[in-house]
């Protein structure tokens, strides 16, 4: 009998694949984002130096009054959050990484956000 295998290594899979394409640089980093059970992350990433170089999530203490942190509102939040803190950074544009996720809800809310405060895709 064939095992079936499980939503995250499919998702996991789908990252491989278009991270073989998609790489930042110092010029254009990479805006990485990861969604777990509780919570939204976001990161934007220099590939040629491997270093994180602005990070949001709703783990920080801006975002405790969400009932649940993993919802539109909360990514708005955090695509909101991210840009700003490029933006301080010098950071315009950016590659997104949606990390093998269906571009929907809030990962597309999280997109749209940063891209209202100014980064560039």
């Given at each position: 009998?064939?095992?079936?295998?499980?939503?995250?290594?499919?998702?996991?899979?789908?990252?491989?694949?278009?991270?073989?394409?998609?790489?930042?640089?110092?010029?254009?980093?990479?805006?990485?984002?990861?969604?777990?059970?509780?919570?939204?992350?976001?990161?934007?990433?220099?590939?040629?130096?491997?270093?994180?170089?602005?990070?949001?999530?709703?783990?920080?203490?801006?975002?405790?009054?969400?009932?649940?942190?993993?919802?539109?509102?909360?990514?708005?939040?955090?695509?909101?959050?991210?840009a700003e803190r490029a933006r301080e950074k010098g950071i315009t544009m950016v590659v997104f990484d949606?990390?093998?996720?269906?571009?929907?809800?809030?990962?597309?809310?999280?997109?749209?956000?940063?891209?209202?405060?100014?980064?560039?895709?």
């Amino acid at each position: 009998m064939i095992k079936k295998p499980d939503k995250k290594t499919l998702r996991q899979g789908k990252h491989k694949r278009v991270r073989r394409k998609v790489a930042g640089t110092g010029d254009r980093p990479r805006l990485c984002i990861f969604k777990s059970l509780h919570h939204i992350y976001a990161q934007i990433i220099d590939d040629e130096k491997g270093v994180t170089l602005v990070a949001a999530s709703t783990l920080e203490e801006g975002l405790k009054g969400f009932e649940s942190k993993n919802n539109i509102a909360a990514a708005i939040e955090v695509g909101a959050n991210i840009a700003e803190r490029a933006r301080e950074k010098g950071i315009t544009m950016v590659v997104f990484d949606r990390n093998g996720y269906k571009y929907h809800g809030s990962i597309a809310a999280l997109a749209d956000a940063a891209r209202e405060k100014g980064l560039v895709f």
